[in-house]
């Protein structure tokens, strides 16, 4: 009989309570141990992707934990992605290709027909694995949620996979949330939870000692650890927008970026390593402010709804300020949605971004845009034509794109050109994500616009794992994780 792999699921008290960065640094710290580490999320959402190695998209927080483990992402660490369109509406990711879009109501009700292929992802990494590290989504008491769950508790009753509770500090009320996680759930998924932990904690942690106790009183669950902090972990890319910072570097920065916080924003990590130049202030301008007129550059970022956010966009004034800033001499660059944005037209006939029509664009590139149906998901290398720089990113997007501007293209992909380049130069727009990762091209971009690069983009977020590996082994009891982990083998086994 083949001995079932280890597996820890890590769920949380709520979203944004840091299970996608707990993770990470638990599969850095088991596979610096000499484990194979396999992470997993059955359903995430998100509007920041990444491309796997086989083709599809995934969440970026489990193409980030497929790095801390050392090994290719994968469509199977991630078989179900949701990424919002609407306030009630998602496209629906399954193993990496898109099968549509459906209703917040509609989801519910079909979700479940989801589960036999998150069991089917669920051993396919198993098998290579020495350990799986499930995350979970939001959290197990939305009991509203709780048919046909495969997030959570679904999850971890069907594949048979102990639970360990975070609980998140910095919002406070963390005991009530946890105490309260155990009142709502049925005695058999009460059971499943093996321990708690509270993460994110700021001051003496010798305060919390009585805390833990009466979690541990009232729950039965023991603690595992109480984790402190990190500044380092805000270098590793964020999934959540409301991750983002308002600005940075201000009293070191010669060269404002200011960026438009799109409602449906996405792939919003491109910007990262901008952030960190100590050159660079970058600025996320929020709904209702104006972009600051001192701004040297303007990129508008990707987004799951272009035609909606380029709405949304007018609604703030910010086409305004963009037209402004062009006539000011200052330089726009478009981030897929943000380069449709830039035309002169963006069609939908189809009703694939929302309701059939033709809506005018910002008038900024004389391209054109034509909404279609079939997604284009793909790894990209190529040359960024301004600098002669090697670059290297990936595509996610709806539409094509052409026009007069496309004979300047951005970049060269393969002999294929991508993007659109005014005659002056000054606005640019690229369907092409991760091209700031590249340290000999952002080093190049920057130059052109004054700024000396000092990062090395790479290497910190290589620095950020182990140092986020190093804080957990020191403040988590990892040993009893691993036993708790390899608990199912002989769960499964009596069974």
Known sequence: MIRPTPALMIQATGSNAGKSTLVAGLARALVRRGLKVAPFKPQNMSNNAA??????????????????????????????????????????????????????????????????????SFPHLALA????????????????????????????????????????????????????????????????????????????????????????????????????????AAWLPAEDALDLDRSGNASSATRIIAVPMLSRIANFDD???????????????????PIPADAGVIILPGTKSTIGDLAFLRAQGWDIDIAAHVRRGGHVLGLCGGYQMLGRTIADPGGVDGPAGTVEGLGLLDVTTTMHGDKSTTLVSGIHCATNTPIEGYEIHLGRTEGGDCARP???????????????????GTYVHGLFTGDTFRRAWLKNLGVASSV????????????????????????????????????????
């Open 51 to 120: 491309i796997a190695v086989d083709g599809g998209e995934i969440g970026r927080a489990q193409a980030v934990q497929a790095r801390a483990a050392r090994i290719p992402p994968s469509v199977h660490m991630n078989p179900v992605l949701l990424k919002p369109e609407t306030d009630t509406g998602a496209q629906v990711i399954l193993r990496g290709q898109r099968i549509g879009t459906l209703r917040a109501q509609n989801y519910l009700e079909k979700k479940a027909e989801l589960l036999p292929a998150v069991l089917e």
């Open 129 to 232: 694995a020495d350990i799986v590290l499930v995350e979970g989504a939001g959290s197990p008491a939305e009991i509203n949620l709780r048919a046909g769950d495969i997030a959570n508790m679904g999850f971890a009753t069907a594949a048979d996979v102990p639970v360990v509770l975070a609980g998140d500090i910095d919002r406070g009320g963390v005991i009530a949330s946890l105490v309260g996680t155990h009142a709502v759930l049925p005695p058999d998924e009460r059971a499943r939870i093996q321990g708690f932990l509270i993460n994110k904690f700021r001051g003496d942690a010798g305060l919390l000692g009585s805390g833990l106790a009466t979690v541990t009183q009232m729950t039965g669950w023991p603690s595992l650890g109480v984790v402190p902090w990190l500044p380092q």
């Open 271 to 289: 910007l990262d390593p901008l952030g960190m130049e100590p050159g660079v202030q970058l600025i996320f301008v929020r709904p209702g402010e």
């Open 410 to 428: 951005v970049l060269m992909l393969d002999g294929r050109p991508d993007g659109a380049s005014s005659r002056d130069g000054r606005v640019q």
């Open 456 to 495: 090395a983009y790479e290497t910190r977020i290589e620095s950020a794992l182990d140092a986020l590996a190093d804080h957990l082994e020191v403040h988590l009891d990892v040993d009893q994780l691993l036993a708790i982990a390899r608990s199912r083998q002989a769960s499964i086994s009596a069974a």
